[in-house]
């Protein structure tokens, strides 16, 4: 059965990792296990128009938390930049079914 990420979790947050990366922060609550085995990198990747080996994942389970990094598609502040802080990526991912 597929649910929507931001159905699963208690909040997705995505933000600024300076002025070239981009993070976002999946806090899961007690869904930690089931969002870690169901979250497949290669899918988040193509989501987000990215290749695979770009992005950086991090599942944190002391703190129920899994990260994905990966490079902004241009720099902070660049003329094309459309989120200057980053925060666009998060309602996204969480619209994502998993």
């Given at each position: 059965m597929?649910?929507?990420l931001g159905d699963l979790v208690l909040k997705v947050r995505s933000k600024n990792a300076g002025p070239f990366w981009l993070t976002?922060?999946?806090f899961c609550g007690d869904?930690?296990?089931e969002v870690s085995a169901r979250l497949n990198t290669g899918r988040e990747a193509a989501w987000?128009?990215?290749d695979a080996d770009q992005i950086k994942r991090f599942d944190i389970e002391e703190?129920?938390?899994i990260k994905l990094s990966f490079p902004r598609p241009v720099t902070q502040g660049h003329a094309a930049?459309?989120?200057m802080h980053g925060a666009g990526m998060a309602p996204l991912l969480a619209?994502?079914?998993i």
């Open positions: 597929s649910a929507s976002i922060d999946i869904a930690f296990q987000l128009s990215l703190l129920q938390v930049d459309r989120d619209e994502m079914e």
